[in-house]
């Protein structure tokens, strides 16, 4: 079957969120609001990475997370790999989605490894991490944030671009023939429009319990 159609997806597009930042949409709509931006995490994330990097560590445990971290500071992207992060994801696969928004309890992917590099600081005892605790992000970790499912319908193919460096045609045809087979893959969809709040249905997944380990109440 065509996923496009008057040049506008003929199936749903999904987005996996967590409280955090539903508010925000729900008032300005999916993509109008740069939530990693609006909370400085970018720039918290090269303070803890300078700092770290300051610490002269040799060990292969640094070495690696190390390696992990840059391309999330550099913010790169090719055809295979996107470490950008502030811009609004879309799927068409409503468990990935759901998958997202609950294994980020604590805001989303950027600030999961935000919070691992603080880990990492704070277990060796760098005393000069505390200089940072008044930034806005230490608040946003306090507690877990609930995990919600935003279905798009009929959206226009002029307001998504590709995720990687891929050919938009060619990821259509592929995710054509995975939906004519019964599946999905991780092919996701940049947003590059707003979603207005009334073209959006935003779905309850559950409710976290207060260290963010269990799920409960799950749709």
Not at 16 to 21: V, Y
Not at 89 to 107: M, Q, W
Not at 151 to 156: A, N, R, V, W
Not at 189 to 215: A, C, H, M, Q, Y
């Amino acid at each position: 079957m065509s996923i496009i159609q008057n040049n506008s997806f003929n199936i749903p597009l999904y987005h996996g969120t967590t409280g955090l930042f539903i508010d925000s949409i729900k008032q300005h709509g999916l993509g109008a609001i740069d939530p990693l931006d609006n909370m400085k995490a970018k720039d918290l994330m090269q303070g803890f990475f300078s700092l770290a990097d300051k610490q002269n560590w040799t060990d292969s445990e640094w070495l690696s997370a190390r390696a992990k971290l840059e391309p999330l500071l550099n913010q790169t992207k090719n055809q295979h790999y996107n470490f950008m992060h502030g811009g609004t994801y879309l799927t068409y696969s409503p468990e990935l989605a759901k998958r997202y928004a609950i294994e980020n309890p604590f805001g989303c992917e950027y600030l999961y490894y935000l919070r691992l590099l603080f880990g990492i600081l704070a277990s060796r005892e760098v005393n000069e991490v505390r200089s940072f605790f008044e930034h806005p992000v230490f608040k946003a970790w306090e507690k877990p944030n609930d995990p919600y499912l935003i279905q798009i319908d009929g959206l226009k193919l002029s307001s998504v671009e590709t995720e990687t460096e891929t050919d938009l045609s060619h990821q259509l045809s592929i995710i054509e023939a995975n939906l004519h087979n019964g599946q999905y893959d991780a092919s996701s969809f940049k947003l590059t429009d707003i979603v207005p709040p009334e073209n959006l249905i935003i779905t309850s997944i559950g409710r976290w319990n207060e260290s963010g380990t269990k799920l409960i109440e799950t749709v």
